[in-house]
C-alpha cells in the first residue's frame, strides 16, 4: 500500500480511508452506486484510473456494484486473500494498490463468469457523454 498523503485524506471520507487502505467493506445495499444505471465509466477514487464500464455492470443481488469484466487487465491487481478463513481474491487498483473489493467465478456464465464485487465506495463514477 502506497503512503497516504495528506491532500488525500483532506479529498476521502473516513469510511473511504478505511475500505481503499484497511481493506473494510461497505454495507450491503448501501452504496451510491449499486443501482446505477447510467452509461459512464467507473474508476479509482484515490488515482481516477478506469476500472468498469457501465457495460458491464449486473444486478447480482449481493449488495454491491457487480461487472463481469474489468475495462482493462493491467487496470487491476489481483491477490488471494485467506482473511477470516475465507478463499477470495482481492481486487485492487494496479495503479495506487487501493483494495476496491473481490472477485468470484460465479458471474454471468455466458459472459466471463466473474462477478467483480466492488465497493462504492472506493469508486468514482464519470457518465459519458453520448
Same mark, same amino acid.
Given at each position: 500500500?502506497?503512503?497516504?498523503?495528506?491532500?488525500?485524506?483532506?479529498?476521502?471520507?473516513?469510511?473511504?480511508?478505511?475500505?481503499?487502505?484497511?481493506?473494510?467493506?461497505?454495507?450491503?445495499?448501501?452504496? #451510491?452506486? &449499486?443501482?446505477?444505471?447510467?452509461? /459512464? @465509466?467507473?474508476?479509482?477514487? !484515490?488515482?481516477?484510473?478506469?476500472?468498469?464500464?457501465?457495460?458491464?455492470?449486473?444486478?447480482?443481488?449481493?449488495?454491491?456494484?457487480?461487472?463481469?469484466?474489468?475495462?482493462?487487465?493491467?487496470?487491476? #491487481?489481483? &491477490?488471494?486473500?485467506?482473511?477470516? /478463513? @475465507?478463499?477470495?481474491?482481492? !481486487?485492487?487498483?494496479?495503479?495506487?494498490?487501493?483494495?476496491?473489493?473481490?472477485?468470484?467465478?460465479?458471474?454471468?456464465?455466458?459472459?466471463?463468469?466473474?462477478?467483480?464485487?466492488?465497493?462504492?465506495?472506493?469508486?468514482?463514477?464519470?457518465?459519458?457523454?453520448?
Amino acid at each position: 500500500m502506497k503512503k497516504i498523503g495528506k491532500k488525500l485524506l483532506e479529498k476521502l471520507s473516513k469510511e473511504q480511508i478505511d475500505i481503499c487502505f484497511y481493506k473494510g467493506t461497505e454495507a450491503p445495499f448501501s452504496g #451510491k452506486y &449499486l443501482h446505477n444505471k447510467e452509461k /459512464g @465509466m467507473y474508476h479509482c477514487t !484515490v488515482c481516477s484510473n478506469a476500472l468498469f464500464s457501465s457495460d458491464t455492470k449486473f444486478e447480482s443481488g449481493t449488495g454491491w456494484p457487480s461487472f463481469y469484466d474489468v475495462v482493462k487487465k493491467g487496470n487491476i #491487481k489481483l &491477490l488471494k486473500d485467506e482473511t477470516y /478463513g @475465507m478463499h477470495r481474491t482481492e !481486487v485492487l487498483c494496479a495503479n495506487c494498490e487501493t483494495h476496491l473489493g473481490h472477485v468470484f467465478d460465479d458471474g454471468p456464465q455466458d459472459k466471463t463468469g466473474l462477478r467483480y464485487c466492488i465497493n462504492s465506495l472506493a469508486l468514482d463514477f464519470k457518465k459519458s457523454s453520448a
